[in-house]
């Protein structure tokens, strides 16, 4: 009886021992020589709540969740009529303002001129006329011909068209010189402030309309139509989809491994034996905690280095937050890759240099 409980757990040891091998096995990142460095992540999920910069009733919400929205797309609407008024007599204010600047900077027309010149060469012939007058009054007087009462009259006279002719001589050299340069300062000045006032109206305006600042998926509508909008209230709760990268961490002793640009595969427990090519993108500067989702207490007190592997999801199988498995190529040459570092540097490349990392096809076998 005793041999049998004797036999019973040694083989109940030797099945946990097994066990505990194939788990440490299955787990445990390879070691220095090998070539490649297997680690165990997840997608990571990034999210944003875009917001309106301005305050009114939501009037329209055009997608819902689930919904994929593109950088720039529309994607609701609040009451526009307040700031549409605002605008309006924003902009009839500048264009006032602007003939009246325009006007000033342009001068005189010389139909103006012409006009003022006229006129005072009409006054300054009544003054000479007044002026042969009064110097004929004058040589009356004394042989009686004319009184001194003739006199004073054709005086009087003569001063008055004087001084009519300098004020039309003073307008017309006015018109000839235009407008001061002080008067098309503060003109000036008065235009660019209502142009500017014109410009935050327009930009108010178009505040009224919430546009999707990145591609992503919504994943909650937290305003609907009647709701009160505001700067601090966040309309829509959107998942990040671009760049994607799988968040993984790696140990101290394995560290030296990993440099910028070396390539990686992604698999998943979703899509079996199907790849998804990849990158070394970023390596954290600095240590830190095993995170908790590392359920061993020896694991959880091991600093380690967190990595983001870049990934291509031209065929959109990945998911925010779904578990992978990264193969990092450990083969790569380091020159080869520190020639990736400028595409594989924070932020992640874009556009075709995205494209020239990914290819046409971005699947790829393990």
Excluded at 71 to 97: F, N, T, V, W
Excluded at 191 to 210: K, M
Aim: proline share 5%; with cysteine.
């Amino acid at each position: 009886m005793i041999a049998r409980r004797r036999l019973a757990g040694a083989v109940v040891l030797a099945g946990l021992a097994g066990a505990g091998l194939w788990w440490f096995g299955v787990h445990r990142q390879p070691a220095a020589g090998g070539s490649t460095l297997v680690l165990y992540g997840n997608v990571d999920i990034r999210e944003i709540q875009p917001a309106f910069n301005d305050s009114d009733v939501v009037t329209e919400m055009i997608v819902s969740e689930g919904a994929r929205v593109k950088k720039g797309q529309l994607i609701a609407r609040i009451d526009d009529s307040r700031y549409a008024a605002r605008l309006a007599q924003a902009r009839q204010q500048a264009d006032s303002l602007k003939a009246t600047l325009a006007k000033l900077v342009n001068g005189s027309r010389p139909e103006e001129i012409a006009q003022a010149k006229a006129t005072m060469d009409g006054l300054r012939a009544v003054y000479e006329n007044n002026k042969i007058l009064y110097d004929r009054t004058v040589g009356l007087v004394p042989r009686g011909a004319a009184s001194t009462e003739d006199r004073d009259n054709a005086l009087a006279q003569l001063n008055a068209s004087r001084e009519t002719y300098e004020a039309a001589k003073q307008v017309y050299v006015l018109a000839v010189k235009g407008p001061r340069a002080e008067d098309i300062a503060a003109a000036r000045t008065a235009y660019e402030a209502a142009a500017a006032a014109a410009t935050l109206a327009e930009r108010e305006f178009a505040d009224t309309r919430l546009y999707a600042p990145a591609d992503g998926i919504v994943e909650d509508r937290i305003l609907e139509p009647g709701d009160m909008a505001s700067p601090s209230t966040p309309v829509y709760t959107i998942a990040l989809t671009q760049p994607l990268w799988v968040r993984a961490y790696v140990s101290e002793t394995d560290l030296g491994k990993l440099a910028l640009g070396q390539p990686a595969t992604v698999t998943t427990d979703s899509f079996p034996g199907h790849g998804y090519r990849g990158w070394v993108g970023y390596i954290a500067p600095t240590a830190e905690f095993t995170p908790k989702t590392v359920e061993t207490t020896e694991l959880r007190t091991r600093l380690v280095y967190q990595v983001r592997i870049y990934v291509c999801n031209s065929r959109d199988q990945l998911r925010l937050g779904m578990p992978a498995t990264v193969t990092v190529d450990l083969s790569q040459p380091a020159r080869l890759a520190r020639q990736t570092q400028s595409l594989a540097a924070e932020p992640p490349p874009a556009g075709n240099a995205a494209a020239l990392k990914c290819g046409a096809d971005d699947a790829a076998r393990p």
